[in-house]
């Protein structure tokens, strides 16, 4: 009989059976991997794919759209699958023979307002993709959620769905996971500065903000994926779940007035009371691309800030908001404040 690919992972699932539970600490391998990325073709995974291929491992990524993967084509090692992403059966053939799967699929606003397309993007697809490595006997998972993930209390559809999903992993037999919750992402092409930029553009300077004393600790794309690199190994990982934020809490109004220093644009702040940025997120809810909605606005009543240091715990140094965001921001041409130096992530 037929039992499918058995990968390095499914064969110490079998030694730690065996041995007991949280009983095996040491990483599992450090050689090539065969990573299966979901959500892969996002801000996040082309950065961390591009750092999987260039440590020499191996990456499949399944999509709906083989033009979202435009970007990962250039890349050895890298393979394309192409199909419906909610099917568990072609999840399952694109993955067979991984060591490993990381799910970084999310949206931040979906169709309508119900909280169906959050709960099909986060739980539904979760759900299929722990049944397809169930069939496909893989059991090391990387998983993408948020600060303020919670199944009962979250305070929007987004912040629920996420620790629905998250459930859902934790509650998988046979899995070995790891869970990341970060606060707010930045990065060149992210959907934070360059949106807040675009947007200074558009109005000379002027925004009305709901929610302008909401605080984050915004986590910058490289140091997320640099955690994820961390914890391919398995280890003290297995189990763990990682707060990730960066250096600096900073105010959604003081994260514009930053992006506005760094892009060289003149920024004047309007704050929204509560009930007028209620409105504005139930009326930008029916604008073509949803700049800001409802759900969003739940989301903002919730602070983005880390309770456990999960970066001193990977052993990574998180860039700063205020140094970097000057990289990709400034005007072509114009000379940067002060000179910015990539450092090593991981303390030596």
């Not at 993709?129 to 006997?137: C, G, T, V």
Request: aromatic share 6%.
């Amino acid at each position: 009989m037929d039992s499918g690919p058995v990968s390095r992972f499914t064969a110490l699932h079998a030694v730690q059976r065996a041995i007991g539970p949280g009983r095996l600490k040491t990483p599992i391998t450090r050689g090539p991997l065969l990573i299966g990325v979901t959500g892969g073709t996002g801000f996040v995974g082309r950065e961390l794919i591009t750092r999987l291929v260039g440590a020499g491992h191996g990456v499949r990524v399944p999509t709906r759209d083989a033009a979202h993967a435009d970007q990962l084509l250039p890349l050895s090692s890298v393979e394309i699958a192409v199909g419906n992403v909610y099917d568990s059966d072609f999840l399952r053939r694109s993955l067979e023979g991984c060591d490993v799967v990381i799910n970084l699929v999310g949206i931040l606003n979906e169709r309508g307002r119900s909280g169906a397309g959050f709960r099909r993007a986060h739980v539904q697809f979760t759900a299929g993709l722990l049944r397809a490595m169930h069939e496909a006997h893989i059991h090391r998972l990387l998983h993408m959620s948020a600060l303020n993930a919670d199944a009962g209390r979250g305070r929007s559809h987004y912040l629920r769905s996420k620790g629905q999903a998250e459930q859902l992993v934790r509650d998988a037999s046979a899995l070995q996971w790891t869970i990341f919750r970060p606060s707010v992402i930045f990065g060149a092409a992210d959907s934070l500065t360059v949106r807040f930029a675009a947007l200074l553009r558009l109005s000379a300077g002027m925004l009305p903000l709901a929610r302008a004393g909401a605080r984050f600790a915004p986590i910058y794309v490289g140091d997320v994926a640099e955690g994820f690199m961390c914890a391919l190994s398995g280890g003290e990982s297995v189990g763990a779940t990682y707060e990730l934020c960066g250096p600096e809490v900073l105010t959604l109004a003081q994260i514009v007035r930053l992006t506005a220093q760094a892009a060289q644009l003149p920024c004047h702040i309007l704050p929204l009371p509560d009930a007028i940025a209620r409105l504005q997120g139930a009326l930008m809810d029916f604008l073509p691309g949803k700049p800001f909605s409802l759900d969003n606005y739940r989301s903002l009543l919730s602070d983005s800030v880390c309770h456990d240091n999960g970066c001193a715990r990977l052993g990574l140094h998180p860039a700063s908001f205020r140094a970097w965001t000057p990289l990709w921001l400034r005007p072509k041409g114009a000379a940067m404040p002060l000179p910015v130096v990539p450092t090593a992530y991981r303390v030596p």
